[in-house]
DNA sequence: AATAAAAGTGAAAGTTTCGTGAAATTTAAG
DNA sequence: CTTAAATTTCACGAAACTTTCACTTTTATT
């Protein structure tokens, strides 16, 4: 996930950049709207973090400037009172608003918010080589072949997928999957991964374990 | 494809009507809850994309006031911070949520995904093998030869076949094929589910329980 | 190499969900 | 009003799933 943070101050700059890190998500800076434009048509972004009050090129004018085709999902941030036209962000394909001072686990939550959003509406079926994962009907297919898998076992392979190339700790994996009011015990998870894994046969590389911390679903096999 | 936008922005009304006019839909405009359901009243909508906060007639109003033959496919729009019950949304018959602000691609996104889950079988006979399920006179044949099934049997079978492939809630089936003014218990769909399979014969294996979930249906005998 | 911490795993125990027959209730029809 | 049909609730056994536990293996550290 390559997230492009647009902002002229340095010290919101490496706040923002510092959480986003540590949330596995690739970081990139500008600090202007040309410096911004220029990324943009060189690679492609997942997601774009933009503060619209900026010298010389400011937000708005910016994401006018982006050609269509290399449109991405947008949290545009803006300081209280300044009154955003929200109107003008609709049809700019802005995706939320963050107001300063904001706090960063907030941001990193909209972060995710959007992500999600924006993946999930894209398909309902994932593929890698012969691994199908079909979101809406809760089935997955190895080599066209249905394989049948326990419903937590289904949950947390789709969050895994959704969250690809994230390492998530246990107690990420227990809140979202489980929900926040599981109490049970860390080690549930690995149970789950091992089972997890056992349906999945040759793809059961695709789930490696980060010691220390949990676990990330990876494409390679 | 006819959309009706309920509305009382003029600003909001005019955004979506232009980008879903791009898209080749038919835009139908109101402003407020009587406006819409006099229309929906004279004249068949595909879609209805409804605003919940509205001076006079709210949404939720409006939805209830639409008389059971004349429901739509609903997705709604809400401010973000407004909790909107989902559950309630969804005894409502609600089929998508979309949080303002939004971006116009991801509604887009949302229609489409909408129409398609809708009207993926809108001619009046499915067919799958020995199986043909007749719409509009309501009758069912398994090779050639009709079966009676009771209307809740049938309108469930339909509710099924025209979401095939997507595994739907208990909650789900009872909000559409019961109605949103149903308040009974979950398992009554399972007692349906079972004399429907039961009068399948041997095409009862087309509707899998999907565990932890509720049920789906699936072309496979 | 020794040690401690973390992860893998098989199996038992516990919990939830589902299928189903039968009874109770509601609805529709005569 | 009576009767049949349809719908809904209920309860219990069966099946499926989840969690814990104890033990083994692996990994990181000193």
């Known amino acids: ?77 803006s300081a209280r009172g300044e ?45 890698y080589q012969g691994l199908e994962v079909h979101f809406l009907s809760r089935s997955i297919f190895i080599d066209q072949k249905e394989i049948s898998v326990t419903p937590k076992e289904f949950d947390l392979l789709s969050y895994l997928i959704k969250n690809k190339g994230i390492a998530l700790s246990r107690e990420q994996l227990l809140s979202h999957v489980w929900g926040y009011d599981f109490f049970g015990e860390d080690r549930t998870v690995d149970t789950h991964i091992k089972m997890l894994r056992n349906s999945l046969g040759s793809y059961r590389k695709c789930i490696v374990t980060v010691h220390g911390i949990g676990y990330k679903y990876v494409e390679e096999k």
Do not use: H, W
């Open 83 to 127: 009154e955003v036209d929200k109107l003008s962000g609709f049809s700019l394909g802005i995706d939320d608003y963050v107001t300063k001072p904001f706090s960063p686990k907030e941001l990193i939550a909209r972060v995710k918010a959007v992500l999600a959003r924006c993946q999930s509406s894209i398909g309902d079926i994932y593929t």
């Open 1 to 77: 996930m390559k997230i492009l943070v647009v902002d002229d101050e340095k010290l919101i700059q490496d706040v923002i950049s510092e959480y986003l890190k540590a949330n596995q998500y690739d970081v990139f800076l500008a600090s202007n709207g040309e410096d911004a434009l220029s990324m943009i048509l060189k690679q492609d972004f997942d997601l774009l973090i933009l503060d619209i009050m900026m010298p010389q090129m400011d937000g708005f004018t910016l994401l006018k400037e982006i050609p269509k085709e290399k449109r991405i999902p947008t949290i545009v941030l």
